[in-house]
């Protein structure tokens, strides 16, 4: 979950440059590839603020700040990115608040992924008390808690980079790198102890869940297989986040089988570990969905029609039966 344009340290990077054709076709892939995910993105938030039936269901609210920092993260990766191309150094202080942002969304997709797992869990496994202990106003402190709670790490590494550097430091100009920045904490052996903690916990989180839904999935209940399935898609996420954690090996072994190829390993990992994630979230709800799916329809073909999309809708009617979101 260690966000960075780049985690290795090569020094070699800082003499090997792109030829202009290679920087412009790798730039306009990343640009491409964040607008088109953030595109998708923006609907589904559009979809939730114009229907009662997302933004009064816990559930979605979830989703929807999932949808909101994966939206934030890649465009932090992809302006970090085209940054390191154009002008290839910012100011110690510009690049501190990109990377702090990047890390706190970074660490919020995890904890995330464990709520929504927690709010399946109390829906199909403790119904008759799921509307009382998931309430909107509930859930909106949930989500401010995710941020407090990722704050820790990162703010704790703004603090030693305060009283460890000179103020001069901040208005100097350096690759925007975690590890060129926070160097005292990224050297430390124990930098990484708060990421593996927070996964330890997420991945209890999901297979205790997973296994409690499984069991409830026996009775034959529809909604329960469908939150199982979700919280698989859940543990998928979780794994492309974790890519994160192997690219410096991954990137050290391939380097060592193509030594002239480092640039082209660099972006092959930097589009793997920063944007194909941010693809998964669309996929899981906003085509898996049903119901989001029957709004969703209309926004990204730009035809929406208001009779057909109502904007107070709280259920739908299929075949004379209603029927209330999962």
């Not at 297979?207 to 297989?225: E, H, K, N, P, Q």
């Not at 979700?230 to 998928?236: A, K, P, R, V």
């Not at 972006?267 to 944007?275: E, L, N, P, S, W």
Request: charged residues 15%; glycine residues 2%; positive net charge.
């Amino acid at each position: 979950m260690n966000f960075s344009t780049g985690e290795s340290n090569f020094t070699v990077v800082l003499m090997q440059r792109d030829t202009f054709e290679t920087a412009l076709t790798k730039n306009i892939i990343v640009v491409a590839l964040c607008l088109s995910i953030n595109y998708i993105n923006s609907m589904l938030v559009h979809t939730f603020t114009k229907h009662q039936v997302f933004n009064t269901n816990p559930r979605y609210i979830l989703f929807i700040h999932l949808v909101v920092n994966d939206m934030l993260q890649l465009t932090l990766a992809c302006l970090l990115h085209v940054l390191s191309y154009i002008v290839f150094t910012l100011n110690v202080s510009f690049c501190c608040f990109l990377l702090v942002t990047a890390i706190f969304t970074t660490f919020n997709t995890p904890v995330n992924l464990a709520t929504m797992a927690i709010e399946r869990y109390f829906a199909v496994c403790i119904p008759l008390h799921h509307a009382q202990i998931c309430t909107v106003r509930r859930t909106y402190m949930v989500i401010g808690l995710m941020w407090a709670v990722s704050a820790i790490p990162i703010l704790k590494e703004v603090f030693t980079l305060l009283t460890t550097e000179p103020l001069s430091f901040l208005n100097t100009r350096i690759f925007c790198l975690r590890e060129n920045v926070f160097k005292s904490t990224t050297m430390s052996e124990n930098q990484y102890i708060p990421h593996y903690v927070y996964l330890a916990l997420v991945w209890l989180t999901l297979l205790y869940t997973y296994l409690s839904i499984m069991f409830a999935a026996r009775a034959a209940s529809g909604d329960a297989r469908k939150a199982r399935n979700t919280i698989l898609l859940h543990g998928l996420q979780l794994l492309l986040c974790m890519i994160s954690y192997v690219r410096v090996p991954v990137e050290v072994g391939l380097l060592y089988l193509f030594p002239t190829k480092l640039l082209e390993i660099r972006f092959a990992t930097y589009v793997i570990v920063q944007i194909i994630p941010r693809f998964v979230s669309p996929i899981v709800y906003g085509l898996r969905d049903q119901t989001f799916r029957k709004h969703l329809k209309g926004y990204l073909l730009c035809r929406v029609n208001a009779s057909t999309y109502p904007r107070n809708d709280t259920l739908f009617k299929i075949s004379g039966r209603e029927k209330r979101p999962l």
